[in-house]
Nanobody, 124 residues
Framework: QVQLVESGGGLVQAGGSLRLSCAASGRAFSLYGMGWFRQGIGKEREVVAG????????TYADSVKGRVTISRDRTKNTVYQQMNSLKPEDTAVYYC?????????????????WGQGTQVTVST
């Protein structure tokens, strides 16, 4: 079992920045990769970014490329998502997810564990 706890969400003005954190506990050494997803009101949950746990592979949704950076610190079992130049359309609940095997970072069914989510609100 892996437990995930997100933090770092909040209210920010458009153009501002936030850094989300996701701390993993439990069998973190068994992780294959991590991802950040988001779900806005009335919208489907979508991938934002993904990162391999032991390699250097990262992936980003087209809507956030150049504005979002995903990183991880294995010594702290934590994944981060730095979000810059935030837009009102980035408003959503952001979820951290963990996968125990390979596959597409865009496929939500590939993820085995999910955090409870953290709200990000971007005001105009």
């Amino acid at each position: 079992q892996v437990q995930l706890v997100e933090s770092g969400g909040g209210l920010v003005q458009a153009g501002g920045s936030l850094r989300l954190s996701c701390a993993a506990s439990g069998r973190a050494f068994s992780l294959y990769g991590m991802g950040w997803f988001r779900q806005g009101i009335g919208k489907e949950r979508e991938v934002v970014a993904g990162i391999s746990w032991y390699g250097s592979s990262t992936t980003y949704a087209d809507s956030v490329k150049g504005r979002v950076t995903i990183s991880r610190d294995r010594t702290k079992n934590t994944v981060y998502q730095q979000m810059n130049s935030l837009k009102p359309e980035d408003t959503a609940v952001y979820y951290c997810a963990a996968r125990m095997s390979g596959g597409s970072y865009y496929d939500q069914d590939q993820y085995n564990y999910w955090g409870q989510g953290t709200q990000v609100t971007v005001s105009t």
